[in-house]
């Protein structure tokens, strides 16, 4: 949705907000690490709305191409971190993971009572963790706070990032995975 009118209001009681938090929850499970149930998941169909109509998904693949694009071994080309987009000199490709970027997104989180699960070991401005953000706003009816997260956070740095994921990644998931993290996020 483009024109702000046609965004839900706090005051909506009609599920959009519900809709909009299981889509961002979606999407958040979606750029983490591979499991086992989000392999099964996607190869019973139920990921069709955001990755398409794949043949199948092969779990030692798709974790193997997790680990190429996000991880590295040798720096990732694609780090899935906020301040890697933003924090950056202006003649480096990638900027510090650990930047000002971080650092604000931990304010939101804070502002919010959101803490990291005990088991999440990943940096506050990974984009599974603001997309999990994202979702508990609009899951609270916050869509005020969530279009200013959006526009201060995930909207400045996201399409570099599923520009770069869409150049790079060798797996069908991957590619329509940014591409509908776009289309929710961007447009």
């Known amino acids: 949705m483009s024109d702000t009118t ?3 209001t706090t005051d909506s009681v009609d599920g959009l907000e519900s809709d909009l938090a299981a889509t961002y929850a979606v999407l958040a499970v979606c750029w983490r690490e591979p499991s086992d149930r989000l392999v099964a998941v996607a190869n019973e169909g139920e990921l ?5 109509d794949l043949d199948g998904v092969d779990p030692d693949d798709l974790r193997v191409e997790y680990t190429r694009l996000f ?3 040798a720096g990732p ?3 899935p971190y906020e301040s890697v987009y933003r924090d950056g000199e202006d003649d480096a490709e990638f900027g510090p993971v650990e930047g000002p970027s971080t650092v604000a997104v931990r304010r939101w989180y804070r502002a919010f009572g ?3 699960a005990p088991e999440y070991s990943d940096l506050p401005d990974h984009i599974a963790a603001e997309l999990e953000f994202a979702a ?3 899951d609270e009816g916050r869509v005020d706070r969530l279009e200013q997260f959006l526009d201060e956070h995930l909207r400045v740095w996201a399409d570099t990032f599923l520009d770069r994921v869409e150049a ?5 998931f991957y ?3 940014a591409r509908t993290t776009r289309e929710v996020l961007l447009e």
Do not use: F, K, N
Not at 48 to 52: A, E, L, N, Y
Not at 168 to 172: A, I, M, Q
């Open 6 to 8: 046609d965004r839900p």
């Open 48 to 52: 069709t709305p955001v990755v398409g």
């Open 71 to 73: 991880i590295g071994p």
């Open 77 to 79: 080309p694609c780090p």
């Open 114 to 116: 959101v803490h990291p």
């Open 136 to 138: 508990a706003l609009a």
């Open 168 to 172: 790079e990644t060798c797996e069908g």
């Open 175 to 177: 590619a329509a995975l």
